[in-house]
């Protein structure tokens, strides 16, 4: 049988490329994005993958032009809002990954949206879907850390006693698999503070396709090779 991932994360870069290239505002890109993420899904549920997870909005994307961050926000709005009905329908949970604490610079009503998204969508099973949204690796590292910090304080826990299993509670992905691969697009070969935990023996696989243009076919491309690799998690496999 050939080997399928059962959760794939992928980080959306080249959105930005792809508009300047036809001459277009950057914006432009962003929005052609949001229609590759939501072609895709249906090819995902199709595949048999459960959970796919999305990179839409780092930590440290806030300190792009003020024009941009905001286009960003307000058509995340506008899609979470505008889409949500479609999702329950389909049967696509969504959950959000990221910092929407009081201090966040997420706006209220961003807030109300995604816990609303959350909230119509918790009983679908068809396909897990999170969106990364002022996310960040190690501030969810840092997070999770500091929640571990309070159980200590408050005497629920000795600190010796802390195992991989609680700091794993404490993510943001608490309960979920880890993803087995991750594609990165737009040719860009890094991490960018993208789950640094949870990717710790995930299948890498890089493409020079820009986000806007990453469709079937190219997820198709990536799962032939994902099927090629030995995935060994440290063993000896003869
Ligand atoms: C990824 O595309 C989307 C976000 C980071 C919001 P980019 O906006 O990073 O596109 P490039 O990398 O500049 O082409
Ligand atoms: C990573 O892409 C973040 C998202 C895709 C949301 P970036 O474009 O922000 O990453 P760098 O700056 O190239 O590392
Ligand atoms: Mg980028």
Not at 58 to 82: H, I, Q, T, Y
Not at 221 to 231: E, H, N, S, V, Y
Request: hydrophobic share 40%; glycine share 8%; with cysteine.
């Amino acid at each position: 049988m050939l080997k399928q991932p059962q959760h794939i994360a992928f980080i959306m870069d080249g959105n930005g490329r792809w508009a300047t290239a036809r001459g277009h505002k950057r914006m432009e890109g962003h929005k052609a994005g949001v229609d590759a993420l939501y072609n895709l899904l249906p090819a995902l549920v199709k595949r048999g993958v459960k959970y796919a997870t999305f990179y839409a909005f780092s930590s440290e994307n806030w300190g792009r032009p003020e024009e941009e961050v905001k286009g960003l926000m307000a058509l995340a709005e506008l899609v979470f809002k505008k889409e949500l009905k479609k999702l329950v329908k389909e049967g696509v949970r969504l959950k959000f990954l990221g910092d929407f604490s009081e201090k966040s610079k997420i706006s209220r009503s961003m807030k109300k949206i995604i816990q609303q998204a959350e909230f119509d969508t918790a009983e679908n099973t068809k396909l897990h879907v999170n969106i990364c949204f002022n996310y960040g690796g190690q501030q969810e590292l840092l997070n999770a850390a500091r929640e571990l910090c309070v159980k200590v304080e408050n005497g629920e826990l000795v600190a010796d006693d802390i195992t991989t299993d609680m700091f794993e509670a404490a993510l943001y992905t608490a309960g979920q698999p880890h993803p087995d691969l991750m594609i990165r697009t737009s040719g860009e070969q890094r991490l960018s503070n993208f789950l640094p935990w949870q990717l710790s023996y995930a299948e890498f696989y890089f493409t020079d396709i820009l986000w806007p243009d990453f469709d079937a076919n190219a997820l198709d491309d990536a799962l032939d090779k994902f099927a090629g690799r030995d995935r060994r998690f440290g063993l000896v496999k003869f």
